[in-house]
């Protein structure tokens, strides 16, 4: 994929869920580069996280989910491309940035100090309250008594109150008796930082030490800030200054005096720590703090130009979304009837987001959506137009999904299960439908499935997730016919086609762990037939297989014994070909 641009580029991806008072790490970790114009698939067993990976990268997490980390960078050139007028506010705004961040630069020169500073205000906190060991100790403690009560409450909620008044009682009383556990452990807890606290204040020696050295990195500081910055500090400074004007020019008026302020304050705080603003990404790092950073180009008397680094991970404003969703990367869902609204006609449906997103007139929004409607395969388009979803099969209703998913001519397509609700003569025409329509469109499709007889049919490239995490990608044919991971194995194992007569289907036994909990391993250790003993101690780093094909198994050390995929798998090609009378 070399001779590919990058389109999406998803790094160390973190997503958690707050769920009835406990956090769930739904997405651990993961790290992938999505090509333009390519398929690929992801893959695994339902939780295994494949929804929530791409709702993270369309904005569509439930309410209690976050991304806790990671970076998820949209390289789209159109949508990056940003231009602002260089009108009098414009040139006035730049200058007193430009100003300020001259005289934020002085402090760069101190950076080094004032670390220490804050180090020894650390110190001095740190002293003044329990030590690392002992917090993490007493929290422990009472995170696993709210684990117990947050079980019981939510074990009591199931109780019939007619029924089972006992239980509740009893259930009621151990959850008042948890509840007065925590609340000492709490106090214990608050009683300790207080005697810490205290006997800190009473160290004479150790107080008379502190304000002496931190009077003597004060006095170094303030020589040092005092100093002239460089030429070649103003010049970078007035770059900086055009950026953050570039990179809130989106914004309306007062709102842009408010983001100007918090990006101030960000550029202050790392020029306080010495960050190096030359430095490409931590530079995107300072702005992520307040929005996208719009990297300064070029500039004419009339106006600045630059390109955007979009990075969905950071997404504040919903109506950034609002050119992103739908119109740069848009979703066909499992469920076409769920996707639709009863009550509004076809054709409805289709020109709304036409116009949303086009700003077009409803006449060329219906000469557009009728040309949609022919193209995914609707008969008699112009007649059906005025239909209601209830009047379409449920193959024609997830045609004119997929036909409202590219009235946009999105980058991105996502496929979450698309034809697990459909027939099987239906599922075909749709997965061919897909992959026509790409070769017109351009879009990418990223294609969410447990089924790798689909995968075989539509991906160029298999991401196989387990846990929230990656644990193999390849391109199709290395994942058919070499996979690595014992996951890999048993998901193939598993396929129907490989039955023989008389002989039982393979499972896969257990279930995957709970992501409320954190995991010591390999995830898929308790449920891997050639599990080692490290795969429960530590877990296993990505291993290279080729270019294209990674790992995530103990197995592929070189330390670790020589180990044969399973027989149902092995010479696969010509058991799927017998299969099918191919």
């Known amino acids: 994929m070399e001779d590919k641009k990058v389109l999406l580029s998803i790094k160390d991806l973190q997503v958690k869920f707050r769920v009835r008072g406990r956090i769930l790490t739904a997405i651990r970790g993961v790290t992938l580069d999505i090509y333009e114009n390519e398929s690929i698939a992801i893959v695994g067993e339902s939780g ?23 970076d998820i960078i949209f390289n789209d050139a159109e949508l990056s491309d940003t231009v602002v007028p260089l009108n009098s ?12 961040l001259n005289e934020y630069s002085k402090l760069e020169y101190g950076s080094e100090v004032f670390l220490k500073m804050k180090a020894l205000e650390q110190e ?32 009591k909620q199931t109780l019939d109150t007619s029924k089972e008044k006992a239980k509740i009682k009893e259930t009621s009383a151990e959850i008042s008796r948890l509840d007065g556990e925590i609340k000492a452990l709490q106090k214990a807890k608050e009683e300790k930082i207080k005697a810490h606290k205290q006997a800190a204040m009473n160290d004479t020696a150790y107080n008379q030490a502190y304000d002496a050295k931190m009077a003597e990195y004060k006095k170094e500081y303030a020589g040092l800030t005092a100093k002239e910055i460089t030429d070649e500090t103003r010049k970078r400074n007035e770059i900086l200054a055009k950026e953050i004007y570039l990179s809130v020019g989106r ?20 020029m306080e720590r010495g960050v190096d603003l030359n430095d490409e990404q931590k530079r995107n790092g300072v702005f992520d703090q307040a929005t996208f950073r719009v990297r300064y180009l070029d500039e004419t008397p009339e106006q600045l130009h630059g390109t955007c680094i979009i990075n969905l991970a950071k997404i504040q404003d919903p109506n950034d979304w609002g050119q992103i969703r739908g119109k740069k990367i848009a979703t066909v869902f499992q469920d076409p009837m769920t996707s639709l609204n009863p009550i509004i006609t076809i054709g409805k449906q289709i020109t709304s987001v036409i116009m949303k997103h086009q700003h077009v007139s409803e006449v060329e929004a219906r000469a557009q959506a009728l040309e949609l409607m022919e193209k995914v395969g609707i008969p008699n388009a112009e007649q ?42 239906i599922q075909a025409q749709i997965l061919k439908l897909i992959k026509d329509l790409q070769k017109e469109y351009n879009y990418t499709i990223v294609f969410i499935t447990h089924d790798l007889g689909v995968v075989a049919n539509i991906a160029d490239r298999v991401a196989v997730l387990y846990a929230g995490q990656i644990i193999e990608f390849a391109n199709v044919e290395e994942l058919f016919y070499d996979p690595r991971h014992p996951y890999t194995w048993a998901l193939l194992s598993s396929l129907p086609q490989l039955a023989e007569r008389n002989t039982k289907l393979f499972s896969i036994t257990g279930t995957p762990p709970s992501l409320y909990n954190k995991i010591i391993g390999d995830p898929f250790a308790p449920r891997n037939q050639y599990c080692l003993k490290i795969d429960t101690l530590e877990e296993p780093p990505m291993f290279k297989v080729t270019d294209t094909h990674y790992a995530k198994t103990w197995l592929l050390d070189p330390r670790a014994p020589k180990t044969e995929k399973p027989e149902a798998i092995q010479n696969i090609h010509e058991k799927l070909l017998k299969a099918y009378n191919l």
């Open 251 to 270: 914004y309306k008026l007062r709102k842009k005096v408010r983001m100007i302020k918090k990006l101030h304050e960000a550029f202050k705080a790392a």
């Open 124 to 155: 001095k906190e740190e002293k003044m309250t329990l030590s690392e060991e002992e917090r993490e100790k007493a929290d422990a403690e009472i995170k696993e008594l709210v684990i117990k009560r947050t079980e019981l409450f939510n074990y």
């Open 48 to 70: 295994a996280g494949k929804s929530v990976f791409t709702k993270a990268f369309a904005g569509m997490l439930d309410s209690n989910g976050f991304i806790d980390q990671g």
């Open 384 to 425: 059906r137009f005025d239909d209601y979803p209830f009047q379409y099969s449920g193959g024609m209703r997830q045609r004119i999904v997929i036909a409202i998913a590219l009235s946009c001519r999105p980058k991105i397509l996502i496929c979450d299960e698309p034809t697990t609700a459909l027939d099987v003569t």
């Open 89 to 100: 506010y414009a040139k006035k705004t730049i200058a007193s940035t430009w100003e300020k």
